[in-house]
Structure formats: structure tokens, C-alpha cells
Nanobody
């Protein structure tokens, strides 16, 4: 059974830091690029960043560049999103996504999301 389970969300003050995690099971995690998305209330889902399957290349949305860092540990089937210098506008549900192309087919899986609230 494929699962992506996020954790680590919560309430943090502006300027603070938080790390959210996503643990994968049921598929070959090391073969999948991983993405973090976020969706705030009343807004469209936004791609936060991407990390390749080997963790060599990362890419970020302009809104989080320089503040957020994505990393992964393939031995632990886990991808992380380190968020620093948080702003109220970072408040959203953060979800991880696994995606790969195998034998011409696209495989993609989603986690249920974790709430991050930035407020004083």
C-alpha cells in the first residue's frame, strides 16, 4: 500500500523556523522526484519546490527561495522541508508529492498534508 505521511506542522511565530517531514512507503522512494506543495485557504495550490530522486538538484518557488530548503534521505524514505524566516503568508497546508515516469507511464502519489500556521 502506497503511503506518504507528512508530519511536523504546527503554529510558529513570524521569523521562526519549522521542519516538516514526509515519510514514504509502498514504493521505491529513491526512484521518485519529490515535490512540496502548499495551499492556503481560498488560494490555488502552489508548488514550493522539487528535489530530484538522487537529491542532487533542487528548485524553489521565488516566494520561498533563500528561506526554504528541501532535502531527502533515501535510506529513511523521507523528504524534508526546512522553513526559515517564516512569514504569515506562508500559512498553508503543506503536502508532499512523489512522481516518476516508468515504462512510459506517469506514477504520482500524494500525502494528506500538514497544517503550518505562522502567526503571533
Amino acid at each position: 500500500q502506497v503511503q506518504l505521511v507528512e508530519s511536523g506542522g504546527g503554529l510558529v511565530q513570524p521569523g521562526g523556523s519549522l521542519r516538516v517531514s514526509c515519510v514514504a512507503s509502498g514504493f521505491t522512494f529513491s526512484s521518485y522526484a519529490m515535490r512540496w506543495y502548499r495551499q492556503a485557504v481560498g488560494k490555488e495550490r502552489e508548488l514550493v519546490g522539487i528535489i530530484t530522486s538522487a537529491g542532487v538538484i533542487t528548485n524553489y518557488a521565488d516566494s520561498v527561495k533563500g528561506r526554504f530548503t528541501i532535502s531527502r534521505d533515501n535510506a529513511k524514505n523521507t523528504v524534508y522541508l526546512q522553513m526559515n524566516s517564516l512569514k504569515p503568508e506562508d500559512t498553508a497546508v503543506y503536502s508532499c508529492n512523489a512522481r516518476t515516469v516508468l515504462a512510459g507511464g506517469l506514477y504520482t502519489y500524494w500525502g494528506q498534508g500538514t497544517q503550518v500556521t505562522v502567526s503571533s
